[in-house]
């Protein structure tokens, strides 16, 4: 039974995102956009115009590129089903490469930001619901309201004022590290890991300290949805018979609110992995600020450079990471509630 | 008896006269709103034109008072620069408070496009069930599944940085979590008791649809509306932010943080952290009366 239902959801979201890339594809040839301008300028003679035409590709028939694109056309430039992403129009490299390069930021970012978040949420979400309609409660309650609804662009501007320019306790916004040093031999991407395995501590430490701005920006904006959810299913879960039993019983209160803790972390598990696919795209403004380079300043490159491959690739790519991420907790959600299987 | 289907508007007064936060919320939002009339017309400077006074700090805290009766008493020159001028030489609190006129009208306006588009669409899907409107079902899915902020920024930058441009690609991102919504709640009342009345007394499916099931099934999408609005002010902002939103001179929230940013890491913050403020209580205020509404909605 749990096999067919992975089947049956691997099946749906490959058509989804088929439906996807053929949607994108389209809806970026429908704006009036013209890339061959931007890219050799509003002053090209006619010529240079449609020679770039030519090189894109542009001048063929929009079906011949969607063929290209789907990898139906191998003889001409590989494709998707040949696990190819396609050639920048700008970079003139694979987007493949560009993407394994900045991918690996935003997942890290957004990774550590989680790792915070929950670190720091569960607890509180925990302690709102086991105080119902006290002071305490009604505070947990606005502070998630609060951190939910907040531009987290200006509070990182803001951490940078506070913790850069007054404090002097956190390093410039300008990149994953300082200037000065050097990166180590990228090996997953990710510089924390890549520093533990060239075993440069120094390295490590110093990313670590550059990304904790960013990482607490996005913390706090998480923290919000968080302790909502936790502090809601808690409550529904402390509300059930098993707990009222428990509590019969007389087991310690601590243990009972372990218990209870368990029965609301399943349900909370869908909308902790609708949140990470969120903050994929969501990083974009964070990114930006403090320089990163991840995926989502890369797709703001691309978007202003009329970078049409890069545009397709990047919605893509997260799309495909959150049904995967979604399948994921599915699977793990269904694994402890066989229920949902069936 | 009391009818469920029209939202009476003594539910939208707070229960307990103490609610302190959401009469925050009300007090927010309905300035927010006044400020979207009015807001262009009542600063002390024109908010699209630049002064002589570059990079100017606001007055410290204790300045205030004093600058304030001079002003009142119109011995000064010139109005004072309340939160200071920005590197170009803007006042920043003309263009905080003309502001809303852009960010929520884009987003109120965003939002009722999509609101009509997807209670209509969710209507028939959600009332006619068959194999065209499963397939708009699927549509509406892959739509969703697209990462919000980067099909709104490809949608702007592609289309061009107009206002227009920017309300359609909101409707377009928002529309269906409406769709979805109504739906399902169409779903939910035509099978209840009054739409069998109603179709004993010879009505129409098709007028069914629309008088009866409809109003019946507009509450959750309303109830949506007011946290997407505070959601869609932050996309807007965001959008300026990255430079594929509406274009400066605009006064608008997140492109006056963004002309900031590069100069809150020299220690000049006014230009930045007052718009800042301006948004993160605007979405707040939104987010209060949807929580609000939402909780009356799930009492009764």
Known sequence: MLFRYIAKRFAVGLLQLIGLTIAVFFLIRLLPADPVSRLVGMNASPEAYAQAAKQLGVDRPLLAQLATYLGFQPDI???????SLGVSWVTGSTITSEIATYLPVTIELVTLSFILALAVAVPIGMFGA???????????????????????FWWGLLFVYLFFFTLGIAPAPLGRLSPMSSPPDAVTGFMTIDALIAGQLDIFVEALHHLML?????AFILSGPIIK?????????LQSDFVLYANCAGLPKERVARYALRAAMAPSMTLIGILYGFMLSGAVLTESVFALGGIGQYSISAVLAYDYPAIQAVVLVITAISLVVYLALDLIHAAIDPRIAF | MSRPHTLDTADLLPRRRRDWLFALGVTIVSTV?????????????????????????PPSLSEIPGLFGAWVSGSLEAPPHWM?????????????????RTDLVIALVANGLSLLVGVFLGLIAGYYRNAATELMMRVSDVMQSFPVFISAMVLVALAGRSTTNIVIALAFVYTPIYVRLTRAEVMSQKVRGFVEAARALGNTELSIAIRHVLPNSLTPALIQASVTIGFAILLTAGLSFVGAGVRPPTPEWGLMISTGANQIILGEWWPSVFPGIAISLTVFGFAVLGNALERRYDAS
């Open chain 1, 77 to 83: 430039a590989p494709g998707l089903l040949q696990g």
């Open chain 1, 130 to 152: 086991l105080n119902p309609g006290g002071k305490a409660d009604k505070g947990v309650f606005v502070y998630s309201l609060f951190a939910g609804s907040q531009p987290e």
């Open chain 1, 214 to 218: 960013p990482v607490i920006t996005m």
């Open chain 1, 229 to 237: 959810m936790v502090r809601q299913n808690m409550a529904r879960a």
């Open chain 2, 33 to 57: 709103v006044v400020l979207a009339i009015v807001g262009p017309y009542v600063g002390p400077y024109d908010p699209t034109m630049t002064t002589p006074n570059v990079s100017m700090p």
């Open chain 2, 84 to 100: 200071g001028t920005d590197a170009s030489g803007f006042d920043v609190f003309s263009r905080v408070i003309a502001a809303p």
